[in-house]
């Protein structure tokens, strides 16, 4: 069964995962940002450095995918995907 553990549904950049965030939150999708530390203190955004991984729910995440799917690159465009 799925739970409410939360489970990583893509990666972006800071910018890209406000945009993300807020898409996934107006289809009633409940989403967390994770960010990686160094990019708070020095903003970098360099191998790995600076990412923020987007969260959601792991009874989500099929659903997530779907709408970060039919988003288009305007909104999409830089995510990495993930397995």
Known sequence: ??????VVVCKARHGEAQIIRARLEDEG???ALSYESASIV???TIDGLGEVRILVPEAYYE????VL?????AESGGVDDLP
């Open 63 to 66: 659903q997530a995918r779907a």
């Open 29 to 31: 999708i409940p989403a």
């Open 69 to 73: 799917a039919d988003s288009g690159p």
């Open 42 to 44: 020095y903003g970098l």
């Open 1 to 6: 069964m799925l739970g409410n553990e939360l």
